[in-house]
């Protein structure tokens, strides 16, 4: 699910609201996508449960979401480019390290915010707590 999708599946169906950030470069973020998104019981309950949104942190696409227009106007001023989205809401004062995950509910109240690697237990133990 992109976010201009999800802006859609919101006004639908309210439900909370998972976001991934991850980079290419990311070892962890490349070893959740094959150990834990991979797992029948984690991909159940984010789709039962959440809208999940996996967003590429150093994307070079604008994308519209709330309204505005998000851009990534680091890139070809920095090695590492961050997209405006991942800088919103990773918070403009905290440095950025991928994985980053939110738990959000259908407000944007950001109620978990995690910048490491989890492993399938402890994902699930986050998703499943009564945030």
Not at 24 to 33: A, F, I, Q, S, V
Not at 107 to 123: A, C, E, G, H, P
Request: charged letters at 25%.
């Amino acid at each position: 699910m992109d976010f201009g999708q999800l802006e859609d599946s919101l006004r639908v169906n309210p439900k909370p609201v998972f976001l991934y950030f991850h980079t290419d470069w990311c070892t962890y973020c490349r070893k959740m996508e094959a150990e834990v998104f991979s797992k029948p019981f984690i991909v159940a309950e984010l789709s039962e449960n959440y809208y999940a949104v996996k967003f590429d942190a150093e994307n070079p696409e604008d994308v519209i979401f709330d309204g505005m227009v998000f851009s990534n106007r680091q890139l070809k001023k920095s090695r590492t480019p961050l997209h405006d989205l991942a800088i919103l809401f990773n918070g403009q004062n905290n440095p950025f390290a991928p994985p980053l995950m939110l738990l959000m509910d259908e407000n944007f109240l950001v109620k978990k915010r995690v910048n490491s690697y989890l492993d399938s237990k402890s994902l699930q133990a986050i998703l499943n707590s009564d945030l």
